[in-house]
């Protein structure tokens, strides 16, 4: 049992209390720039560089953003054999440069420069290099959430020792639900419906217990099923801008579009020359990389230089706003956590000054 002390229970009251309040001082410490240079820095020791993760001081909590590098003819990180991998964590990879496939529940997906793969939860995936030229893809995955809640599996094809369910037998290996293929101890037990369903007619839409524990028992299933049945790959040829007051976007995985994500969502952002996006503010996580273009961006009271291979990080509910300085056409490729914070309904969107794109 723990014991805990009338000082300490008032400590604790009082981080309660204080949180918000300090809160704002680590966002307003935390750093909103990663410059291309120190990537490239990176990317000559390691083919593998975090660019933001809560443990490099990013006041971002719940997903990381990474780039990865291959040269010809060198296979990719979790390319594997038969399985590759799989995880309890949403990922998202944009192709920058090259092509290859993945194959992600035993499905081929071929894909190119300007992609994204939406991986479902999970799923094995394996992927696989077939460039001619070198290989650059960044990766958003929400492996801080998972770890946070205690709930991050990541099942390797060349570390079996830390399988957690996937040793199990085939079917363990099959299912996309963790521990999915376990009986509960002492054998499964069948349940006859029946026996809890209402007497009568309901005289209104309110669920019984029963039904709302039911629902609980099939929701795995369920969310298995939707998993196999949604969308993957986001083809670049097929990504439409359309206006909006934060400028010309096309949302690419978005739960919105029939991908199958909780957490992450990911969308394109383009800046003619010249001209400039909304101002706007809201309480989600948001990492903005430069494909291309170059200007400066206001964050809150900063004003931040950026050039196509940066990445800006913004802290939640602070204000920012981008502007176009060069001659080309500034695009961005940007994930946030926005259905995340719907779920939890903390979300607030708050829109300033309209975008100048015409
Ligand atoms: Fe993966
Ligand atoms: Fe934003």
Not at 16 to 40: C, Y
Not at 120 to 144: K, Q
Not at 217 to 243: I, T, Y
């Amino acid at each position: 049992m723990v014991m805990v002390e009338k000082a300490q229970h008032l400590k604790m009251k009082m981080e309660h209390v204080r949180f918000g309040k300090e809160e704002l001082e680590r966002r307003r410490k935390s750093p909103v720039h990663v410059p291309a240079e120190h990537v490239a820095a990176q990317l000559k020791e390691h083919y593998h560089v975090y660019i933001v993760d809560p443990r490099l001081g990013f006041n971002q909590r719940t997903f990381r953003f990474w780039i990865n590098f291959r040269s010809v003819g060198e296979e990719m990180e979790f390319s594997g054999k038969q399985l590759g991998h799989r995880h309890t964590v949403e990922a998202v990879i944009y192709i920058h440069q090259g092509h290859g496939y993945s194959v992600i529940d035993g499905v081929k997906y071929p894909w190119e420069a300007g992609d994204l793969i939406c991986v479902p939860v999970f799923a094995w995936h394996r992927h696989h290099n077939e460039s001619s030229e070198d290989l650059i893809y960044f990766a958003a995955t929400t492996g801080p959430f998972s770890m946070a809640t205690g709930i991050a599996l990541y099942e390797e094809e060349n570390y079996p020792e830390y399988w957690v369910f996937a040793q199990k037998g085939e079917e363990a290996m099959k299912t996309l639900i963790p521990g999915g293929a376990e009986a509960p101890p002492g054998g499964k037990v069948e349940l006859d419906q029946t026996r809890w369903k209402p007497k009568g007619p309901r005289s209104s839409g309110v669920p019984t217990a029963a039904e709302i524990y039911f629902d609980q028992l099939n929701f795995a299933q369920e969310e298995e099923k939707r998993r196999r049945d949604s969308k993957v790959v986001v083809r670049a040829k097929d990504l439409e801008f359309s206006p909006t007051p934060m400028g010309r976007v096309a949302y690419g995985v978005d739960t919105k579009l029939g991908y199958h994500v909780k957490v992450l969502g990911t969308l394109f952002a383009e800046i003619p020359s010249g001209k400039r996006s909304g101002a706007h503010r809201h309480i989600y996580e948001e990492t903005n990389y430069i494909i291309s273009g170059q200007g400066y961006s206001i964050i809150e009271d900063q004003k931040c230089e950026w050039k196509k291979g940066d990445t800006l990080v913004i802290p939640v509910f602070a204000w920012h706003q981008h502007f176009n300085t060069g001659k080309e056409t500034a695009r961005f490729l940007v994930h946030t956590n926005r259905p995340c914070m719907e779920s939890t309904g903390y979300i607030h969107t708050q829109q300033g000054e309209p975008a100048d794109y015409d």
